[in-house]
């Protein structure tokens, strides 16, 4: 009964974390909350299905079942989730963040602006990615340039705060010739371009971003699209990108040219798979098992206890000191030290995967049971900084749209359940610059009277 007990115990420390944050901030986005949800389906309800399963849940870790592993990873992970509240309430305080309710503010013709701006840079990241071959996320191109790699990802991803603002404004109402134009343009580049990436993240983000930037523009959740998001997401999504996967790695072996990516057989896949999954007989017991083993968070930090320090040393936090080398573009500095713990951990499993330690797993990484403490009340902490931070670049008038979209463009990224606290922190001085290039673009076209161009008449 001491697993149920500490799954229990993780279970409401994490429930009641979310409710204090929702009343004390009405909003459904503020990445704390986030974070902690991904954290209660990662370890509480995760070791309670393994409890409850009696072995019909599937594990990549087998010993995982025995009574005795559970239970002290259960303990294990409880600690972690306590750990990352109390550091996020420490750091978070008390007072208000707008940015968290941003129907408050009203549309500004500089918007649209924004959202032509972040496009056109965000366009320049993709054609790069396509011209060097790495246009697929699961697979590293043979022909990327390493110097300029990093600044090709960081424009490449500026689709998403594009992708959010026109979201935001279409549910602002506005509806100017101009705008349509951006909208449709917007659509047509990047919803198409996500069946390609090969990532369930990718295509995830198309819904979850129109969830946002609807939540962030009228206050409400729109609860039929919210179900239908999580359906398709779960029924197709993850199944789609499985045959994808498959297609790619027996097809080609390799990225292929774009000019060789049959596009008629992935359209093919697209409508195969949402029949195929239309008709599955599943029972509704083994779908909830598939999702469950999707979020197996308690089943690596067991893998990490077996293997950390006596097969992968530990790393005593050495991921957070990537921020100071990222300071130094690649450029400038060819042999910088890459920092991939994805890579790190399938080499001692011994195998290329792309799952994560996720977050409690990657904190004991850091230093055992102590690193769990310290590193999660640490990963709370940043969080909480970062959202005071967007908080503190909305409040700025000039920058409120600006740094509101790509607030809501980073939710994921900062409160996802495989995201990467050290990650996320080491990318801040780069993504910061690419920013500040943008807005003093921004500036100077507003200065030359650019935005006469844009100024139209519109309802919020």
Known sequence: MSVLFANVLSLSILLLFISHRYFRTRSWIEPGAIFAINLLVLYPIRGLVLFLSQGAAATDYLEVYNQENLESTSWLAALGCFSFVVGYLIVIGRGKLPILNGRARR??????LVCTILFGASLVGIAYKFATKDYISYLISDTRILALTQLGNLLNLLQWPTYVGVWVLWFRKLRSPRFIALFVSVQ??????????????YLSLLLLSVLFAYYWSRGK????????????????????????????????????????????????????????????????????????????????????????????PYRFGAGYIASLTALVPRVLWPEKPIYSRGAVYGAALGTITSITPFPVGEAYWDFGVTGVFISMIVWGACLAGLVRGYALLYNKPRLS?????????QIYWIAGGETSMPETVSLLPQQLAVLFVLYLLLRALTRRGEIGMLAEPCRT
């Open 188 to 201: 047509c580049v990047i919803v198409p371009l996500q069946f390609i990436q090969g990532s369930k993240t």
């Open 401 to 409: 749209f600006f740094g509101g979209i790509y607030f809501l463009s």
């Open 107 to 112: 549309t500004q013709p500089e918007d649209v």
């Open 221 to 312: 959740v729109p609860k039929i699209t919210a179900l239908a998001s999580a359906a398709i997401i779960v029924l197709f999504v993850f199944p789609y990108v499985s045959s994808f996967r498959d297609l790619v790695n027996t097809r080609y072996q390799t990225i292929p040219d774009l000019s060789s990516l049959d596009l008629q057989e992935i359209r093919q896949l697209v409508l195969n798979t949402a029949d195929a999954e239309s008709n599955e007989s599943q029972t509704l017991q083994h779908r909830l098992y598939d999702v469950s083993f999707r979020y197996s968070g308690i089943d690596q930090l067991y893998k990490l206890t077996t293997m950390v320090p006596v097969v992968m």
